[in-house]
Antibody, heavy 121, light 107 residues
Framework: EVHLVESGGAMVKPGGSLRLSCAAS????????MSWVRQAPGKGLEWVGR??????????DYGTAGKGRFTISRDDSKDMMYLQIDSLKVEDTAVYYC????????????WGQGTLVAVSS | DIQMTQSPSSLSASVGDRVTITCQAS??????LNWYQQKPGKAPKLLIY???NLETGVPSRFAGSGSGTSFAVNISSLQPEDVATYYC?????????FGHGTKVEMK
Protein backbone atom coordinates (compact mmCIF):
# COMPACT_ATOMS: atom_id res chain seq x y z
CA GLU A 1 0.00 0.00 0.00
CA VAL A 2 1.03 3.59 -0.61
CA HIS A 3 3.09 5.03 2.25
CA LEU A 4 3.31 8.76 2.94
CA VAL A 5 5.45 10.35 5.63
CA GLU A 6 5.29 14.04 6.43
CA SER A 7 8.03 15.95 8.20
CA GLY A 8 9.06 19.49 8.97
CA GLY A 9 6.37 20.44 11.43
CA ALA A 10 7.55 22.75 14.21
CA MET A 11 6.61 25.51 16.61
CA VAL A 12 7.18 28.86 14.93
CA LYS A 13 6.42 32.50 15.65
CA PRO A 14 3.84 34.47 13.70
CA GLY A 15 5.36 35.92 10.54
CA GLY A 16 7.82 33.09 10.15
CA SER A 17 8.16 30.54 7.37
CA LEU A 18 8.22 26.78 7.26
CA ARG A 19 8.66 24.09 4.65
CA LEU A 20 6.89 20.79 5.11
CA SER A 21 7.97 17.67 3.25
CA CYS A 22 6.15 14.53 2.22
CA ALA A 23 8.02 11.37 1.27
CA ALA A 24 6.07 8.88 -0.81
CA SER A 25 6.76 5.21 -1.37
CA UNK A 26 5.04 2.19 -2.93
CA UNK A 27 3.52 4.45 -5.58
CA UNK A 28 4.50 5.62 -9.04
CA UNK A 29 4.87 9.11 -7.64
CA UNK A 30 5.41 10.92 -10.91
CA UNK A 31 1.95 9.82 -12.08
CA UNK A 32 -0.09 10.98 -9.12
CA UNK A 33 -1.64 14.26 -8.19
CA MET A 34 -0.95 15.20 -4.59
CA SER A 35 -2.73 17.37 -2.04
CA TRP A 36 -2.20 18.89 1.38
CA VAL A 37 -5.10 18.84 3.83
CA ARG A 38 -4.91 20.42 7.25
CA GLN A 39 -6.80 20.07 10.52
CA ALA A 40 -6.69 22.62 13.29
CA PRO A 41 -6.77 21.17 16.82
CA GLY A 42 -10.23 19.83 17.54
CA LYS A 43 -11.56 21.13 14.22
CA GLY A 44 -12.52 19.76 10.82
CA LEU A 45 -10.61 19.15 7.61
CA GLU A 46 -9.52 21.92 5.26
CA TRP A 47 -8.04 21.42 1.80
CA VAL A 48 -4.87 23.47 1.47
CA GLY A 49 -4.06 22.80 -2.17
CA ARG A 50 -2.78 20.31 -4.71
CA UNK A 51 -0.20 19.78 -7.41
CA UNK A 52 -0.78 17.89 -10.62
CA UNK A 53 1.59 15.37 -12.10
CA UNK A 54 4.27 16.55 -14.50
CA UNK A 55 2.45 15.05 -17.46
CA UNK A 56 -0.58 17.13 -16.45
CA UNK A 57 1.51 20.28 -16.24
CA UNK A 58 2.65 20.20 -12.60
CA UNK A 59 0.25 23.07 -11.99
CA UNK A 60 -1.18 23.95 -8.61
CA ASP A 61 -4.52 24.89 -7.10
CA TYR A 62 -5.01 26.36 -3.66
CA GLY A 63 -7.79 26.53 -1.15
CA THR A 64 -9.05 29.78 0.27
CA ALA A 65 -6.61 29.86 3.19
CA GLY A 66 -3.62 28.92 1.08
CA LYS A 67 -3.74 31.51 -1.65
CA GLY A 68 -0.75 33.82 -1.64
CA ARG A 69 1.13 32.37 1.31
CA PHE A 70 1.31 28.67 0.49
CA THR A 71 3.40 27.14 -2.29
CA ILE A 72 3.21 23.48 -3.21
CA SER A 73 6.01 21.87 -5.20
CA ARG A 74 7.26 18.40 -5.99
CA ASP A 75 10.46 16.59 -6.89
CA ASP A 76 9.62 13.43 -8.77
CA SER A 77 13.27 12.31 -8.76
CA LYS A 78 13.01 12.00 -4.97
CA ASP A 79 9.32 11.02 -4.70
CA MET A 80 8.81 14.11 -2.56
CA MET A 81 6.22 16.86 -2.24
CA TYR A 82 6.67 20.11 -0.37
CA LEU A 83 4.53 22.81 1.20
CA GLN A 84 6.16 26.19 1.77
CA ILE A 85 4.19 28.37 4.17
CA ASP A 86 5.16 32.02 4.46
CA SER A 87 3.93 34.78 6.80
CA LEU A 88 2.63 32.19 9.23
CA LYS A 89 -0.43 33.12 11.27
CA VAL A 90 -1.73 31.72 14.53
CA GLU A 91 -4.68 30.29 12.59
CA ASP A 92 -2.28 28.16 10.52
CA THR A 93 -1.79 25.98 13.60
CA ALA A 94 -2.85 22.52 12.47
CA VAL A 95 -1.83 19.01 11.59
CA TYR A 96 -0.90 19.00 7.92
CA TYR A 97 -1.61 15.82 6.01
CA CYS A 98 -0.04 14.75 2.75
CA UNK A 99 -2.58 12.99 0.57
CA UNK A 100 -2.64 11.26 -2.80
CA UNK A 101 -5.45 12.24 -5.08
CA UNK A 102 -7.26 9.21 -6.49
CA UNK A 103 -6.95 7.88 -10.01
CA UNK A 104 -9.33 10.48 -11.40
CA UNK A 105 -8.26 13.15 -8.88
CA UNK A 106 -11.71 13.03 -7.36
CA UNK A 107 -10.88 11.52 -3.98
CA UNK A 108 -8.30 11.84 -1.25
CA UNK A 109 -7.13 8.26 -1.41
CA UNK A 110 -4.07 7.70 0.77
CA TRP A 111 -3.13 9.82 3.78
CA GLY A 112 0.06 10.29 5.74
CA GLN A 113 0.07 10.43 9.53
CA GLY A 114 0.38 14.22 9.53
CA THR A 115 2.87 16.74 10.87
CA LEU A 116 2.00 19.41 13.45
CA VAL A 117 2.61 23.09 12.80
CA ALA A 118 2.13 25.29 15.86
CA VAL A 119 2.23 29.05 15.42
CA SER A 120 2.54 31.01 18.63
CA SER A 121 4.34 34.03 19.96
CA ASP B 1 -17.01 28.38 -2.51
CA ILE B 2 -19.46 25.49 -2.10
CA GLN B 3 -20.56 25.15 1.52
CA MET B 4 -21.15 21.67 2.88
CA THR B 5 -23.47 21.44 5.88
CA GLN B 6 -23.55 18.24 7.89
CA SER B 7 -26.06 17.22 10.51
CA PRO B 8 -26.11 16.34 13.22
CA SER B 9 -22.78 17.63 14.50
CA SER B 10 -22.70 14.70 16.90
CA LEU B 11 -24.79 11.72 17.85
CA SER B 12 -24.79 8.93 20.37
CA ALA B 13 -26.20 5.53 19.48
CA SER B 14 -26.17 1.96 20.73
CA VAL B 15 -24.61 -1.10 19.17
CA GLY B 16 -26.91 -2.36 16.44
CA ASP B 17 -28.68 0.96 15.91
CA ARG B 18 -29.21 2.39 12.45
CA VAL B 19 -27.40 5.71 12.08
CA THR B 20 -27.93 8.38 9.43
CA ILE B 21 -25.68 11.36 8.77
CA THR B 22 -26.73 13.97 6.24
CA CYS B 23 -24.77 16.44 4.14
CA GLN B 24 -26.26 19.38 2.26
CA ALA B 25 -24.40 21.22 -0.49
CA SER B 26 -24.97 24.94 -1.09
CA UNK B 27 -25.42 24.24 -4.81
CA UNK B 28 -25.97 21.30 -7.12
CA UNK B 29 -22.90 19.05 -7.11
CA UNK B 30 -24.42 16.09 -8.96
CA UNK B 31 -22.85 13.02 -7.32
CA UNK B 32 -19.41 14.60 -6.82
CA LEU B 33 -19.40 13.77 -3.14
CA ASN B 34 -17.13 11.64 -0.96
CA TRP B 35 -17.31 10.53 2.66
CA TYR B 36 -14.37 10.05 4.99
CA GLN B 37 -14.09 8.38 8.38
CA GLN B 38 -11.61 9.66 10.94
CA LYS B 39 -11.03 7.62 14.07
CA PRO B 40 -9.59 9.36 17.13
CA GLY B 41 -5.91 10.17 16.72
CA LYS B 42 -5.78 8.82 13.17
CA ALA B 43 -5.72 10.22 9.66
CA PRO B 44 -9.00 10.22 7.75
CA LYS B 45 -9.84 7.29 5.53
CA LEU B 46 -11.89 7.28 2.34
CA LEU B 47 -15.20 5.54 3.01
CA ILE B 48 -17.52 6.27 0.08
CA TYR B 49 -16.82 7.92 -3.27
CA UNK B 50 -19.11 9.34 -5.94
CA UNK B 51 -21.88 9.56 -3.34
CA UNK B 52 -22.73 5.86 -3.21
CA ASN B 53 -19.71 3.66 -4.00
CA LEU B 54 -18.03 1.89 -1.11
CA GLU B 55 -14.26 2.01 -1.07
CA THR B 56 -12.64 -1.41 -1.14
CA GLY B 57 -12.68 -3.03 2.27
CA VAL B 58 -15.45 -0.89 3.75
CA PRO B 59 -18.08 -3.03 5.49
CA SER B 60 -21.39 -3.39 3.71
CA ARG B 61 -23.25 -1.92 6.69
CA PHE B 62 -22.21 1.47 5.29
CA ALA B 63 -24.23 2.93 2.44
CA GLY B 64 -24.14 6.31 0.71
CA SER B 65 -26.97 7.96 -1.14
CA GLY B 66 -28.08 11.21 -2.69
CA SER B 67 -27.39 13.53 -5.57
CA GLY B 68 -27.75 17.20 -6.36
CA THR B 69 -27.64 18.96 -3.02
CA SER B 70 -28.73 16.32 -0.50
CA PHE B 71 -26.64 13.35 0.57
CA ALA B 72 -26.54 10.83 3.37
CA VAL B 73 -24.46 8.03 4.77
CA ASN B 74 -26.20 5.25 6.64
CA ILE B 75 -24.75 2.72 9.00
CA SER B 76 -27.26 -0.10 9.12
CA SER B 77 -26.06 -1.62 12.39
CA LEU B 78 -23.62 0.47 14.40
CA GLN B 79 -20.53 -1.35 15.66
CA PRO B 80 -18.01 -0.22 18.29
CA GLU B 81 -15.33 0.21 15.62
CA ASP B 82 -17.53 2.77 13.85
CA VAL B 83 -16.89 5.34 16.59
CA ALA B 84 -15.35 8.15 14.56
CA THR B 85 -15.96 11.52 12.99
CA TYR B 86 -17.42 11.43 9.49
CA TYR B 87 -16.83 14.13 6.88
CA CYS B 88 -18.43 14.75 3.52
CA UNK B 89 -16.39 16.43 0.78
CA UNK B 90 -17.35 17.85 -2.61
CA UNK B 91 -15.17 17.84 -5.71
CA UNK B 92 -17.58 19.57 -8.10
CA UNK B 93 -15.80 22.91 -7.82
CA UNK B 94 -12.55 24.31 -6.58
CA UNK B 95 -11.78 24.89 -3.82
CA UNK B 96 -12.48 21.36 -2.64
CA UNK B 97 -14.49 21.68 0.55
CA PHE B 98 -15.47 19.49 3.49
CA GLY B 99 -18.40 19.45 5.82
CA HIS B 100 -17.66 20.27 9.46
CA GLY B 101 -17.96 16.67 10.52
CA THR B 102 -20.32 14.44 12.49
CA LYS B 103 -18.97 12.78 15.59
CA VAL B 104 -20.46 9.34 16.22
CA GLU B 105 -20.21 8.04 19.76
CA MET B 106 -21.41 4.88 21.46
CA LYS B 107 -24.06 5.02 24.12
Amino acid sequence: EVHLVESGGAMVKPGGSLRLSCAASRVTFSHVWMSWVRQAPGKGLEWVGRIRSKVDGETTDYGTAGKGRFTISRDDSKDMMYLQIDSLKVEDTAVYYCVTDGVYATTFEYWGQGTLVAVSS
Amino acid sequence: DIQMTQSPSSLSASVGDRVTITCQASQDISNYLNWYQQKPGKAPKLLIYDASNLETGVPSRFAGSGSGTSFAVNISSLQPEDVATYYCQQYHNLPLTFGHGTKVEMK
